[in-house]
Each structure stands twice: as C-alpha cells, then as structure tokens.
T-cell receptor, first 112, second 117 residues
Framework: DAKTTQPNSMESNEEEPVHLPCNHS???????IHWYRQLPSQGPEYVIH???SNVNNRMASLAIAEDRKSSTLILHRATLRDAAVYYC?????????????FGKGTRLSVIA | DAGVIQSPRHEVTEMGQEVTLRCKPI?????LFWYRQTMMRGLELLIY????????DSGMPEDRFSAKMPNASFSTLKIQPSEPRDSAVYFC???????????????FGPGTRLTVL
C-alpha cells in the first residue's frame, strides 16, 4: 500500500467543523482512500472511503483533491465523542480483502 | 449483529504461561485478521485467514505465536510461552469479499489487553 502522511495531532472546539488532512503523493490510479478512526480503548472503526469524487455519509465527508495526491476528512460538527486517532489508508481496489496498513494517524482532541 | 466478539477482554499472566485469545467474527464474513497494537509499533498485522485458511502469517513474531481457525465462526491466537514483550492489545477483525454496502470494510472487535508480568 502507498504511504500516507498525516499531522500527528489536531485540536478542535466542540461543535465546530474539523478538517483532517492526508497527503498521499504516490497514490496510484487504482487506490481507494479509506479513513478509519480509533476511539479510546476501542478497536478501529470504518469512517468513509472514496476513489475520485467527494463522498458523504452520516459520519463525515471526504474531500479528494483533483490530482488525488491529498484528501481531507471533514467532521461537520465535532463532538466530544469524536476525540480519537484518525487513520488515512490507501487500498488498491483490485487487492481484495488484504490487511490494513496503519500509520501513526492524527490524534484529534475536542475541547468542550 | 453483535459485531466481532473477543475474549477475554483483559488477561494478566506470568512470563512462561500459555495464553489463548479468542475471536468470533461477524457471521457470513470470510476474512479474519489478527492485529497487535503497542505504543512503540502501533497497529500491525499478525496473520489473516480467508475461508478458514491462513493466507499470510509473516507478521507473526516468532514460533511462540500460533493461530488457528477451525471453523468460520471461531479463531484463536495462542502464545506459548508468553514473555513480557508480548504485552499489547490484540485485535481481531473480520470482513467480507462481497462488494456492495460493506465493500471490503474491516470490522474490529474491542480487543484483548494482554499483560505479561
């Protein structure tokens, strides 16, 4: 899997939007961009994924740059429950169910 | 669905003892993964199975670690003998190759926190 780069930590105020960046300059044309997060004392959980177009779901939005070399996970209104480590992971669409390769992720702190 | 179930949630043992961690994947999922998380190394894959068959065990640290999947609904990770450096949180995850709603999303269990004294 191609490498991703994320800031080590970010901080947000509660009920404000949060933009978590991820750089993946070596992304290939067949790589999906996946985001997982890990809440304290829990296993990682899937957040969202996309290929080229921006994506929305009930948890978040994913904005993908036109050249696909970067993406941003958007939490529209951060809550205390969103405090977690967020992982940006590239996965080849033809690789099947291969293991996830986790980097260090971004630790998001949410301030009340 | 109850999600991925792991037991025990916490295990404290003494060096040299055998430890067995258990995992029940989500029903219908045909892939099962074992990961380990430590402060130093983060989350790393140990081994994964497809249709109960081990596909890649290159992440298993050494011969003290073994994993089995006797059927589609149960897997074990055994450490014998255990050492203090094995202290970590061990996660089991499952997924399905069927694309659609879940695609290849992996669903993680709550983990087993292992402490080897």
């Amino acid at each position: 899997d191609a490498k991703t780069t994320q800031p080590n930590s970010m901080e947000s105020n509660e009920e404000e939007p949060v933009h978590l960046p991820c750089n993946h300059s070596t992304i290939s044309g067949t790589d999906y961009i996946h985001w997982y997060r890990q809440l304290p004392s829990q296993g990682p959980e899937y957040v969202i994924h996309g290929l080229t177009s921006n994506v929305n779901n009930r948890m978040a939005s994913l904005a993908i740059a036109e050249d696909r070399k970067s993406s941003t996970l958007i939490l529209h209104r951060a809550t205390l429950r969103d405090a977690a480590v967020y992982y940006c992971i590239l996965r080849d669409r033809f690789s099947g169910n291969t293991p996830l390769v986790f980097g260090k992720g971004t630790r998001l702190s949410v301030i009340a | 669905d109850a999600g991925v179930i792991q037991s025990p949630r916490h295990e404290v043992t003494e060096m040299g003892q055998e430890v067995t961690l258990r995992c029940k994947p989500i029903s219908g999922h045909d892939y099962l993964f074992w990961y380990r998380q430590t402060m130093m190394r983060g989350l790393e894959l140990l081994i994964y199975f497809n249709n109960n068959v081990p596909i890649d065990d290159s992440g298993m640290p050494e011969d003290r670690f073994s994993a089995k999947m006797p059927n589609a609904s149960f897997s074990t990770l055994k450490i014998q003998p255990s050492e203090p450096r094995d202290s970590a949180v061990y996660f089991c995850a499952s997924s399905s190759l069927l694309r659609g709603i879940s695609g290849d999303t992996q669903y993680f269990g709550p983990g087993t926190r292992l402490t080897v004294l």
